[in-house]
């Protein structure tokens, strides 16, 4: 069975810091792709990355990366420069890989909560 | 284009009673989930619709809970009778099935707050 642990349930940075947020995973599956969500106070969930598990490049999008060690099974998220609007939940999320066009559903961590502190 | 759209955004219940929550998901998107996150756990999957179809509903709890998509557009999730466990934020996501999407093809909801008191 699919799992996802984040053992950091909250963290507080100092604004302009780097952070990352861990995330392992566990998987019997060769073909995966791994998500991270942000929750604002809102309760939206906002889609910040996508890693699949043959993709030989770490993904970036903007201040975000996802440090992927696929050995190691572990997607930490790593926010660069943080700012206050980066205060919000954190969900890391896999998908069992079947197919690319996302229609499976997706396994969640419990989540972090991160705080920037100015 | 709209997003997917929940509501109500929060309902407070007593325990007994019944709770209805609809997920209007983003048009053409044939894919249609739900999950829910109870207080300071992880976001469980509860079913996953295919146009009118369920897919996979391996994750209803028990037969309190009642889904459907009739003619494949908006959803319904109806919890009958209602009880304290049952409270937590109760999201839906969708996407769409075709060649070429992006991976990251899921939009989620606000998610709708259910309270059983």
């Known amino acids: 069975a699919q799992k996802i642990t984040q053992t950091q349930p909250g963290m507080f940075v100092q604004e302009k810091e780097a952070v990352t947020l861990d995330c392992t995973y566990d998987?019997?599956?060769?073909?995966?792709?791994l998500f991270w969500y942000k929750q604002p106070s809102s309760g939206e969930m906002i889609f910040l990355i996508y890693q699949g598990s043959y993709d030989e490049q770490n993904a970036t999008e903007g201040r975000y990366s996802l440090n992927f060690q696929k050995a190691r099974k572990s997607a930490n998220l790593v926010i660069s420069a943080s700012q206050l609007g980066d205060s919000a939940m954190y969900f890391c999320a896999m998908r069992e890989g079947k197919s690319n066009f996302g229609n499976e559903k997706l396994t969640f961590g419990t989540g972090t909560r991160l705080t920037i502190i100015p | 284009e709209a997003g997917v759209t929940q509501f109500p955004s929060h309902s407070v219940i007593e325990k007994g009673q019944t709770v209805t929550l609809r997920c209007d998901p983003i048009?053409?998107?044939?894919?249609l989930y739900w999950y829910r996150r109870v207080m300071g756990k992880e976001i469980k999957f509860l079913l996953h619709f295919v146009k009118e179809s369920k897919q996979d509903e391996s994750g209803m709890p028990n037969n309190r809970f009642l889904a459907e998509r009739t003619g494949g557009t908006y959803s319904t999730l109806k919890v009958q009778p209602a009880e304290l466990e049952d409270s937590g934020v109760y999201f839906c996501a969708s996407s769409q099935e075709s060649a070429g999407v992006q991976p990251y093809g899921y939009t989620f909801g606000s998610g709708t707050r259910l309270t059983v008191v």
């Open positions: 998987t019997s599956d060769q073909s995966y792709g």
């Open positions: 048009s053409g998107h044939d894919n």
